[in-house]
Nanobody
Framework: QVQLVESGGDLVQPGGSLRLSCAAS????????MGWYRQAPGKQRELVAT???????NYANSVKGRFTISRDNAQNTVSLQMNALIPDDTAVYYC??????????????WGTGTRVTVSS
């Protein structure tokens, strides 16, 4: 019933910028926190940024000051503005949301990922 789809991943040069978006669809009653995770080649998945239902953001130290997370509750979307990109940002980026439905209650949902490659 619920599906998350990411978009915006691309190949970009160091120092460049990208904006990722994730849209949720389905029988959604409400959405709690939203977040972005990433998984680089040969590495485990790690937290990038989260944002609470009240709009309070939290960032990994590696991206703090460069990335900005935001949400649009009316459109059930979460975005990640990425500036001053470096090669270590290369990864598949996944969005995650805590979504409540009337029948199933609250649970975490994951998108299928969008690839970001930072290279000269």
């Amino acid at each position: 019933q619920v599906q998350l789809v990411e978009s915006g991943g691309d190949l970009v040069q160091p120092g460049g910028s990208l904006r990722l978006s994730c849209a949720a669809s389905g029988s959604i009653f409400s959405i709690g926190y939203m977040g972005w995770y990433r998984q680089a080649p040969g590495k485990q998945r790690e937290l990038v940024a989260t944002i609470t239902s009240g709009g309070s953001p939290n960032y990994a130290n590696s991206v703090k000051g460069r990335f900005t997370i935001s949400r649009d509750n009316a459109q059930n979307t979460v975005s990640l503005q990425m500036n001053a990109l470096i090669p270590d940002d290369t990864a598949v980026y996944y969005c995650n949301m805590l979504i409540r439905t009337l029948l199933a209650g609250s649970r975490n949902y994951w998108g299928t990922g969008t690839r970001v490659t930072v290279s000269s």
